[in-house]
């Protein structure tokens, strides 16, 4: 195997798809979103008499909670998706680069990308409800930490979303059925049948790491070295079964 | 397409190679040998040439029979399309990207970088006559224009082999007649070995006389054009045109003793026109569309003529 040959094609890739997915026309969801999660913690943010409190459980409702799995969806099961069906994926497949590396040249950028927006909302989010309070050292430690929980949330959930796109035809459909019935309603559920989504497990890692709101007291929360392990196989079981589909796949 | 022994080697076999995509057959028991060269692959649409490239890239796996390409399987050998260039017969191109912008993803692909590809792309760029064109969204180019620019990706890593699937389709006579004449340069002052798609003969025949006939999935004849071509002429051959001004078009082309009817079609600006020797139908039409003072947009040949004499070679 020529490793200059795989690194140089993946960071082509990377560099190609980041440009492609932060400035495309995607973007314009990024900017709706923002513009919807300012307006909603700005507002929060002027009724609220207990800011760190309430602060953190709107991040960690509109955020983590519901916007994470959702752009991770918008972006990343049509990424493959769209190329195969209209075709432009030719000049990709016929690339004189392996296909595990190709689809790995796919993945990087969609994390990338879902990260930088979700970072952004979050920033936005943030500065609406705490610049009305004033950003004291603990805001901007809960800031940190939801900011490193939607990337670690952006490159899991972007695994899982792009081997949707490499598996089913409407993967548009089987995400909206994950990211709002899977993760928004079962993963709600009481008991253990919660343990069975992805934001139970980035939640459980916010429990340990935020101080403030209603997640800092979550009792279902799993251990947070445990719940950091599940999502990290989680994240290689979906890239490894990602890279396996796209391999065995036929571009008829 | 024989081979003699201790001839050059085949840049691609097959045998008894085929595909099916669950109850349609794409291929059936296919043979071939293509020497090097420029030989053309024809058929009426949907007789397997596009599965056959596809299998020569490795796009999908033969379900029987086994193909080498350069001495190699295609299927997960990626290394091997560092010596293919494809030019596909669908649009392939991103949309949302400008021509510089795909070749250099291309290029850099194939291990180009800095000013070297940025120079081999202005060369190739060049070479296709796309100008200033190449710094506009592709979703914006006619359909000449993703010819080339497809043509350009193809060929812009310098491979041995370049494979062209339907170069011609859809474009207009003149876009036609250049893309025509690049494929000739790029062998013979190139030196790349070219196979060239459609289901049109008489445009393969100006390229090379070096064809196999592709129809229902199998090999029917393979060689020198000229015996199959004393078939083709028995049976007229129908050309669609389309375009403003047909009408002036239409009667000069009546005085032609080439032509044997000129119809019109529901839409006023569409003739379809029946020729009994393309060659000279094709050689003459430039200059009759300047003297008809008309605007062609589009032309293409029916299948049917082919058709026939596919039937005729397979005993149908």
Redesign the interface.
């Known amino acids: 195997m020529d490793v200059?040959?795989v690194l140089?094609?993946i960071?082509?890739?990377t560099l190609?798809y980041t440009k492609?997915l932060l400035f495309?026309?995607k973007v314009v969801i990024t900017i709706l979103v923002g513009l919807f999660v300012a307006a909603v913690m700005a507002y929060a943010g002027s009724q609220s008499h207990a800011p760190l409190e309430d602060g953190t459980n709107m991040m960690d409702t509109l955020i983590l909670f519901f916007f994470m799995p959702v752009m991770a969806m918008i972006f990343g099961s049509s990424l493959i998706r769209d190329?195969i069906d209209?075709?432009?994926i030719?000049?990709?497949?016929?690339?004189?680069?392996?296909?595990a590396f190709t689809y790995v040249g796919y993945y990087l950028p969609l994390g990338i990308a879902v990260a930088v927006s979700m970072v952004s909302i979050s920033s936005v989010g943030m500065l609406a409800f705490f610049g009305q309070h004033g950003v004291g050292s603990e805001a901007f430690e809960i800031y940190l930490e939801f900011v490193a929980l939607v990337v670690i949330g952006s490159f899991v959930y972007s695994s899982l979303f792009l081997a949707i796109g490499v598996l089913f035809p409407k993967p548009v459909m089987v995400g909206l059925f994950y990211a709002f019935i899977w993760e928004g309603f079962i993963g709600s559920l009481p008991g253990a049948i919660q343990n069975a989504s992805i934001k139970h497990y980035l939640r459980s890692v916010g429990c340990g790491w935020v101080d403030f709101g209603s997640i800092s007291r979550w009792d279902q929360a799993s251990s947070v070295s445990g719940s950091a392990a599940v999502l990290l196989c989680l994240a290689l079981f979906f890239l490894v079964s990602g890279v396996y589909l796209f391999?065995e796949k036929?571009?008829? | 397409m024989t081979v003699q022994e201790g001839g050059p080697e085949p840049i691609i076999q097959a045998r008894a190679l085929s595909k099916w995509?669950g109850q349609v057959i794409g291929l059936n028991n296919f043979a071939v040998r293509v020497m090097p060269g420029i030989t053309g692959i024809v058929g009426p649409n949907g007789s397997g040439k596009s599965t056959f490239f596809?299998l020569v890239?490795g796009?999908?796996?033969p379900n029987a029979g086994s193909i080498t390409v350069l001495g190699k399987g295609p299927w997960?050998n990626?290394?091997?399309?560092?010596s293919?260039g494809?030019c596909?017969d669908?649009?392939?191109?991103?949309?949302?990207?400008t021509g510089r912008?795909?070749l250099t993803?291309?290029g850099?692909?194939?291990?180009m970088?800095g000013t070297a590809l940025a120079d081999r792309i202005n060369e190739v760029v060049r070479l296709v006559e796309m100008g200033k064109a190449v710094d506009r969204r592709t979703g914006g180019y006619s359909k000449g224009m993703k010819q080339r620019m497809k043509i350009a990706?193809a060929m812009l890593h310098d491979p041995k082999l370049l494979i062209l699937d339907e170069p011609l389709s859809g474009t207009d006579p003149l876009v036609r007649k250049d893309i025509i004449d690049l494929i000739k340069r790029l062998n013979k002052e190139h030196e790349h070995d070219i196979i060239v798609s459609s289901h049109v003969l008489f445009e393969i025949e100006r390229m090379t006389h070096d064809v196999a006939l592709v129809y229902r999935g199998r090999t029917i004849a393979s060689g020198d054009i000229s015996e199959i071509r004393n078939l083709i002429d028995r049976h007229p051959h129908n050309i669609i045109i389309e375009g403003q001004g047909t009408t002036a078009l239409a009667k000069m082309l009546l005085d032609q003793d080439y032509v044997v009817s000129v119809r019109f079609n529901e839409s006023k600006d569409s003739v379809t026109v029946q020729v009994s020797e393309p060659n000279r139908f094709f050689d003459g039409l430039p200059a009759l569309i300047e003297n008809a003072q008309c605007s062609v947009t589009k032309m293409y040949s029916l299948d049917d003529n082919l058709e026939a004499v596919f039937r005729y070679l397979v005993g149908g």
């Open positions: 200059k040959r140089v094609g960071l082509a890739l190609h492609k495309g026309r190329e209209d075709k432009s030719t000049h990709i497949a016929t690339a004189p680069l392996d296909r391999r036929e571009l008829a | 995509y596809k890239l796009l999908i796996k997960k990626p290394e091997l399309h560092s293919i494809f596909p669908y649009e392939s191109l991103p949309t949302d990207s912008e795909y993803l291309i850099k692909l194939h291990m970088h990706g």
